[in-house]
């Protein structure tokens, strides 16, 4: 059957995310997950079935390679068990698939978790290592997360004439928003001239453009609309979800359509969710957006690429406070990853969790007033892959 | 008695750092150029002037290749975008002499094969010391439709001096086959420096050499004459002016002792010679190509018809950045290009250069960084062709 509106989330847990050297890749998870099933009032024992969202398995020492690992973080067994990895749109692509499953009748309450270790390495062993060293031996060789993300930044600086202020008000405005979410990586504010005299990562990214490298782990209860309204204390309704393809990891950044002003990718997934969800003016009928801002750029693009703001307007619209909290759209009250950080697997599902919680009232000093649908969007690889769901109050 | 053979055009490649200044200045390589590369320099140069005329035989002359099997020129076979199936391959080291040989090699083949022989003729040599003694190439290509007429003269008992091996003054620093070594001085050129295999005819060409009733004239080493005779026409349009540029090379940070990168022979062995050639693919519903090639059009899918397609080798920059965090022989200017032809290329722009968006630039084989024991992996980089480059 189709999903819109007849799945639920039903619960949310999400750990602190930070460099938590104390904690293993195993007990973020069980955190996470018997958070989530706390919050939705139900034994981790009634869960049907379980999604892993892992991107990097090998930074943990192969744990989360398999969602076995949910098995022995949770004593699962013998219950069913699937890890999905689609570049950083990984967590979100848990929760389609958590979210598919029970719109397919199969299971009526289920767990979507992600979760990503990635300080057990230093950062440079750890994704740098990954674009480095185990990339194709000469294609794009060269090439770093910031490096690919600058290219866009660079051409959008060029085309519109904004200058790098407009980047670093992204990075200010959502380390803003940290202060009030405790579980953040960052929760310290920052100003314009810190962002624009960090050091240097790729031009014009400085190092305060960048989002750190985090652990931490995410989850959300994934039921039928039925079973929330039999049985869930409260919960949100999934009006659309949607995944959208670019091009391959290498092809991505020699696609000849690439325009390097934003993501096909993210236009794909938002014209499914938004068909799915009948959202035909998405600026006015959200009231809240988590974007994937995994460097300043990529919020300013994406927002875009979500149609909320029209091409080369969404810097104008940022630097005029729209997005900000208390503004007319706010993205990414939550810190965004920028301050949040960014455990891969985990992103997406906390993205799902903050706007399910937003929704719910229970957002705390970040609650944005009256929120009733709000948006989450995971962006992976260089635009290869992207993730948008819709969620809406019951 | 001279060998003759006719000879249709010739190149030189030089690096685009000099040291030094006067006589004493010296032609010097970036970080990731080699003999390789830089005979590739001078080949794609020369072969881009008789597009469609059919190659049969590539011959090496270096003393400093980079490795020592043999799979230099199947390499430059590969990256000057000839048949690998279809091209007589051999090298010649050992000593500067080297020079001569491959050229007194090609003019006998050239006189018992159908085609062009190409001779490739390159050094970037360094002193015991490491410091570098000059770079260049030649490329000359022998056809019997050549109007000029190449004679190659044995000089007597005079040969080579004996390269020193670094081996025998404990210099060597890899394992075998990478092997380096302390070269003797060849014969330096003024303002060049010792181009070893690659100086006589960088000499000739350059004005170095004689000009006089008897054509261009240049010795190798004291073991071979050459001599080019034909119509005055021709013979000018040999000559070259050697571009004066400033400045020392970049030192690049090399890679950390724990640098690893992937490597597999059997990709290698699979994709390497549409690497070195730099070929994409052209769907026919499509305007352009798209590269790296894959097994369906992005557009038109899989049941596109797919040919392969070598990428144009110059364009225009569409976005750049300059990038602090790749840990290897950076910080890396990273670009965007849109080739001539349509498609796009991304990747390092050559050290110590850099480029703007719209900023014209041209594709050159250089070296992607390996681990410190692993053979050398070569592809293409970006290069500022513009006369105001910003040279950093
Ligand atoms: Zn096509």
Known sequence: MPISNQVAVVGTGVTRFGELYDRSYLSLVHEAATAAADDAGVEVGALEAAWLGTAEPQLGALVGDSAAAVTEALGFAPRPVTRVANFCATGMEAVRAAALAVAAGEYEVVLAVGAEKMRDLAPRESLVAKTVEQSHPVIAKGRTAPGQFALVASRYLHTYGYGRDALAAVAVKNHQHATHNPKAHYRTPLTVEQVLSAPMAAEPLGLLDCTPTTDGAAAVVIASRRWAERNARQWVLIQGIGIGSYAGYYPALFRRDNDFLGFAATRAAAAAAYRQAGITDPRAQLDLVECHDCFTITEIVNTEDLGLFAAGTAAAELLAGTTTLGGELPVNVSGGLQSCGHPVGATGVRMVAEVTDQILGRAGSRQVHRARRGLAHNLGGPGAVAAVTILGAA | ?392
Not at chain 2, 210 to 222: P, R
Request: proline share 9%; aromatic share 6%.
């Open chain 2, 1 to 392: 008695m001279p060998l003759c053979t006719p000879l249709l055009d010739a190149e030189i490649a030089l690096p685009h750092w000099r040291i030094g200044a006067g006589p004493r200045q010296i032609a010097a390589a970036d970080p990731d150029e080699d003999a390789v590369t830089l005979a590739w320099a001078a080949g794609r140069t020369l072969l881009d002037r008789h597009t469609g005329r059919s190659v049969t035989a590539l011959l090496f002359g270096s003393t400093s290749a980079p490795l020592t099997d043999g799979a230099n020129a199947a390499t430059l076979v590969s990256a000057l975008r000839l048949d690998p199936r279809a091209v007589l391959t051999q090298e010649f080291s050992g000593g500067t002499s080297a020079g001569g040989a491959a050229l007194a090699a090609g003019a006998a083949l050239a006189s018992t094969r159908p085609g062009a022989v190409l001779v490739l003729l390159a050094d970037s040599r360094t002193s015991a010391a490491g410091g570098p003694l000059g770079s260049g190439a030649a490329a000359v290509l022998l056809d019997s439709t050549g109007d000029l007429t190449l004679r190659i003269t044995p000089l007597g008992p005079a040969s080579s001096p004996a390269i020193a091996y670094a081996r025998a003054a404990g210099l060597v620093t890899a394992n075998p086959p990478f092997t380096r070594w302390a070269a003797p001085a060849s014969a330096r050129i003024a303002g060049l420096g010792d181009l070893g295999a690659a100086g006589a005819w960088i000499s000739l060409m350059t004005g170095g050499g004689q000009a006089d009733e008897n054509g261009l004239t240049a010795d190798v080493d004291q073991s071979w004459r050459v001599a080019v005779t034909g119509p005055d026409h021709a013979l000018g349009a040999l000559r070259r002016a050697v571009p004066a540029r400033r400045g020392a090379p970049p030192r690049l940070s090399g890679p950390p002792p724990t640098f690893r990168p992937y490597y597999s022979a059997p990709q290698h062995w699979r994709d390497g010679d549409e690497e070195l050639a730099l070929v994409g693919m052209r769907c026919a519903e499509c305007d352009a190509p798209e590269f790296p090639a894959a097994p369906s059009c992005p557009v038109h899918g899989p049941a596109a018809a797919l040919t392969p397609a070598r990428l144009a080798l110059s364009g225009t920059v569409f976005t750049r950045t300059r990038d602090h965090v790749f840990p290897v022989g950076g910080p890396l200017t990273m670009a965007v290009v849109d080739l001539a032809d349509g498609a796009r290329f991304y990747g390092q722009v050559v050290p110590g250069r850099d480029v703007a968006i719209g900023d014209p630039v041209a594709l050159v084989l250089r070296r992607m960084p390996t681990a410190a024991d692993a053979a050398p992996r070569y592809f293409y980089k970006i290069t500022p062709t513009g006369g105001t480059d910003a040279d950093q």
